[in-house]
């Protein structure tokens, strides 16, 4: 049983487009996050949420809206997709908001055309 | 601002090898350091971490040891295996003023290691 899944594992869009990426996690923790990895696979923080609030926005386009309808699910929809946004994302939680020790998902690629 | 800066890849050794990945950070405050690998296809997994200066944190037969006064975390291990072959990510985790770190990872660029046969 995934401890942290994403779905879909792979989107293929054209620009201007609307997608969302789903994530859930069974692992009983309070923190969901979502990283940005690019094409040279540097990982950068997009947002992170402690039972339900969100407390990281980390300079993101506001194309970008993340949604955590309970604390074992964060979902990210993006709008009006641009070719800047072809990366993998990885959704990831935490015990808590105090630690480093992060269980990542095995990443949603979006491609967009 | 926080920065961690790994050593560039790609790196290719032979099995059973000796391997070195250099990482150095700058940070405010104490921070906490980690190494992550990803898998091909896969999400990063935490490999081992060291929470304060002097510490070794060692998983899996890799070792690393947090020194202050380089400020680096450089991995090791002594022989390594074909299974070994990843991408290694070092990175830090800083707290506020309060010790919080909200999670927040930075991350190094990322190593790339292929161990042949």
């Known amino acids: 049983d995934t401890a942290v899944s994403q779905t879909p594992k792979y989107l293929v869009t054209q620009m201007g487009n609307d997608k969302s990426i789903k994530c859930e996690q069974n692992?009983?923790?309070?923190?969901m996050y979502w990283y940005k990895q690019d094409s040279k696979k540097f990982l950068k923080i997009m947002f992170s949420?402690?039972?339900?609030?969100?407390?990281i926005n980390e300079t993101v386009p506001n194309r970008f809206s993340p949604k955590s309808p309970d604390k074992a699910h964060l979902n990210l929809h993006i709008n009006s997709l641009e070719l800047g946004d072809s990366a993998v994302y990885f959704c990831?939680?935490?015990?808590?908001?105090?630690?480093?020790?992060?269980?990542f998902g095995e990443g949603s690629r979006l491609t967009v055309l | 601002g926080n920065s961690v800066t790994q050593m560039e890849g790609p790196v290719t050794l032979s099995e059973e090898a000796f391997l070195t990945i250099n990482c150095t950070y700058t940070a405010t405050g104490y921070p906490s350091l980690f190494w992550y690998v990803q898998y091909p296809g896969e999400g990063l997994q935490l490999l081992l971490k060291?929470?304060?200066?002097?510490d070794k944190g060692s998983n899996k037969g890799f070792e690393a040891t947090y020194r202050k006064e380089t400020t680096s975390f450089h991995l090791e291990k002594g022989s390594v295996q074909v299974s070994d072959s990843a991408v290694y990510f070092c990175?830090?985790?800083?707290?506020?003023?309060?010790?919080?770190?909200?999670?927040?990872?930075?991350f190094g660029q990322g190593t790339i290691l292929t161990v042949h046969p």
């Open positions: 949420y402690n039972n339900k609030e969100l407390i």
């Open positions: 990175a830090l985790s800083a707290g506020d003023s309060g010790g919080t770190s909200y999670g927040k990872l930075t």
């Open positions: 060291a929470t304060k200066a002097d």
């Open positions: 692992l009983g923790h309070d923190t």
């Open positions: 990831a939680s935490s015990r808590g908001l105090n630690t480093g020790e992060l269980f």
